[in-house]
């Protein structure tokens, strides 16, 4: 074999190697750097409701940084803290309403699951990641006002 093939053969197994460490490099650190709790549920629902995991991710952080436990001073709980009158509500439109109970808020796959059927429906709803935030963090009424006086333009 000549020697420029042999070359060029080695120069492509070095290219491919380093592409190789270059796409899979990133996202190493990231998982070391910055892990992200609840991976596999994020994706899940995040999938299922059509909704950016990244959204739910930081509305999680936002939220209680990833605490299943929170529970704020108004009685919002769980991971995405959500107020018990909107679970309900969240838990009678999956039909789970019969079996719904204020402490399934503080099980990561409930709180996970009921965040992002409800910042999804908000996602929808307005069209805006912004107003859908607005809407989860403030309620509808604050959202719709945005939206209908042009206090947000999305």
Partial sequence: MKKWVKRSIWIGGVAVFLLAVYLTIPGIVADNTYPLDYKD????YALKYDVNPNLVAAT???ESHFNPNA??????????????????GIANELGEGDTFS??????????IRYGTYYLA???HK???ETLALV???????????MSVTGAYDT
Avoid: E, H
Avoid at 41 to 44: A, E, H, Q
Avoid at 71 to 88: C, D, E, F, K, R
């Fill in 71 to 88: 529970l704020s001073p108004a009685g919002a709980a769980g991971m995405m803290q959500i107020m018990p009158g909107t679970a309900q």
């Fill in 60 to 62: 999680i952080w936002q």
């Fill in 41 to 44: 549920l994020i994706k899940k």
């Fill in 126 to 128: 307005y069209n805006s």
């Fill in 121 to 123: 429906s908000n996602v």
């Fill in 135 to 145: 809407a989860y963090n403030g309620g509808y009424l604050l959202a719709d006002n």
């Fill in 102 to 111: 204020y402490d399934k808020l503080f099980d990561p796959d409930t709180s």
